[in-house]
Nanobody, 116 residues
Framework: VQLVESGGGLVQAGGSLRLSCAAS????????MGWYRQAPGKQRDLVAA????????DYADSVKGRFTISRDKSKNTMYLQMNSLKPEDTAVYYC??????????WGQGTQVTVSS
């Protein structure tokens, strides 16, 4: 499975961004996908996750009500709509896919910077 993120950038606090993650390869093997983020000097944390089949979602408490994860199975693409962005949302955001045979795949990451 190959994952390519896009959509990061610089935005002012209170603004919005939408991240995309295009998947290719063994799509049929994907069970779930998620967005993680890693700020400088900090660990990589889960932001939001979605099951590929049913579309069940889960969010970190810090982003609930502001971020929305979704996927378009016809385009093999996952999205993260980020609204009401805060400076503390600044991080490199990574796309992750978890497959039925328990492999994990990662994208290259996309930088999100929120200025105050």
């Amino acid at each position: 499975v190959q994952l390519v993120e896009s959509g990061g950038g610089l935005v002012q606090a209170g603004g919005s961004l939408r991240l995309s993650c295009a998947a290719s390869g063994r799509i049929f093997s994907i069970n779930a996908m998620g967005w993680y983020r890693q700020a400088p000097g900090k660990q990589r944390d889960l932001v939001a996750a979605i099951t590929w089949g049913v579309g069940s979602t889960d969010y970190a408490d810090s982003v609930k009500g502001r971020f929305t994860i979704s996927r378009d199975k016809s385009k093999n693409t996952m999205y993260l709509q980020m609204n009401s962005l805060k400076p503390e949302d600044t991080a490199v955001y990574y796309c992750n896919a978890y497959t039925a045979d328990t492999y994990e795949y990662w994208g290259q990451g996309t930088q999100v910077t929120v200025s105050s």
